[in-house]
T-cell receptor, first 113, second 113 residues
Framework: AQSVTQLGSHVSVSEGALVLLRCNYS??????LFWYVQYPNQGLQLLLK??????LVKGINGFEAEFKKSETSFHLTKPSAHMSDAAEYFCAVSTGGGNKLTFGTGTQLKVEL | NAGVTQTPKFRVLKTGQSMTLLCAQD?????MYWYRQDPGMGLRLIHYSVGEGTTAKGEVPDGYNVSRLKKQNFLLGLESAAPSQTSVYFCASSYLAGAYEQYFGPGTRLTVT
C-alpha cells in the first residue's frame, strides 16, 4: 500500500520568502514521487518528479524537491516566493507497474505582499 | 495539441437524473483516469483504463460507470445522480503508469440538487 501525507493544509509566506511545502510518503517499495500545482479553476500540472535518478529534482518556476529515503520525505521548496506562486500544491506517490497515483490532500499556498 | 479536454465544463443535475462526462486526449496515451476532487480530500480515483476496451475500479467507484470504446476517449457516467456526487471531476491520461506523469484536463464542475 502507498500513501502520502502533506503537513499543513494552508501555508502563508511573504513575497520573496522561502517556500517550504512538506510531503511524507509511505511505500513498501521504492516510490516514484510527484508534485503537481493547481491554479484556481484549472486542472493539475506537473511541477517535478522523482524517478530514482538524482535525489535533488528541479522543476518548473524555480521549484525543487529533495528525496530523502531515511526520512520518507519529498519536501518542495522555492528560495523566493512570487505572487504568481499562489495555488494549491499536491504531492503524489506511485509504486510503479500497474499502480496508480495516490495524492495527498493538498496544501494551499498564499503569498502576501 | 489540445492535450486533455473535458465536456461539459459545468453541469447542474437534479437528484436521480443521469449524465455522461466526456474526456478526450490527443497524445496517444494508453492510460486514462477519472478523479473527483472535494475540499480537503485531494483527488480520489474513480475508475481508470489501461487501454482501449478496458476499465477498472479505483478508490471510489460506487455510483459511476465508465467506458473506453476508443483509445482517445474515456466516458464517465452517472446513472442516478445523488447530492453526494456534487464535486469537480478531472480526467487525466498517461503514456503508462509508474514513473510517467499524468496530464490533466480542465475539470467539470457538477452540482446535484
Amino acid at each position: 500500500a502507498q500513501s502520502v501525507t502533506q503537513l499543513g493544509s494552508h501555508v502563508s509566506v511573504s513575497e520573496g520568502a522561502l517556500v517550504l511545502l512538506r510531503c511524507n510518503y509511505s511505500s513498501s517499495v521504492p516510490p516514484y514521487l510527484f508534485w503537481y500545482v493547481q491554479y484556481p479553476n484549472q486542472g493539475l500540472q506537473l511541477l517535478l518528479k522523482y524517478t530514482s535518478a538524482a535525489t535533488l529534482v528541479k522543476g518548473i518556476n524555480g521549484f525543487e524537491a529533495e528525496f530523502k529515503k531515511s526520512e520518507t520525505s519529498f519536501h518542495l521548496t522555492k528560495p523566493s516566493a512570487h505572487m504568481s506562486d499562489a495555488a494549491e500544491y499536491f504531492c503524489a506517490v506511485s509504486t510503479g507497474g500497474g499502480n496508480k497515483l495516490t495524492f495527498g490532500t493538498g496544501t494551499q499556498l498564499k503569498v502576501e505582499l | 495539441n489540445a492535450g486533455v479536454t473535458q465536456t461539459p465544463k459545468f453541469r447542474v443535475l437534479k437528484t436521480g437524473q443521469s449524465m455522461t462526462l466526456l474526456c478526450a486526449q490527443d497524445m496517444n496515451h494508453e492510460y486514462m483516469y477519472w478523479y473527483r476532487q472535494d475540499p480537503g480530500m485531494g483527488l480520489r480515483l474513480i475508475h481508470y483504463s489501461v487501454g482501449e476496451g478496458t476499465t477498472a475500479k479505483g478508490e471510489v467507484p460506487d455510483g459511476y460507470n465508465v467506458s473506453r470504446l476508443k483509445k482517445q476517449n474515456f466516458l464517465l457516467g452517472l446513472e442516478s445522480a445523488a447530492p453526494s456526487q456534487t464535486s469537480v471531476y478531472f480526467c487525466a491520461s498517461s503514456y503508462l503508469a509508474g514513473a510517467y506523469e499524468q496530464y490533466f484536463g480542465p475539470g467539470t464542475r457538477l452540482t446535484v440538487t
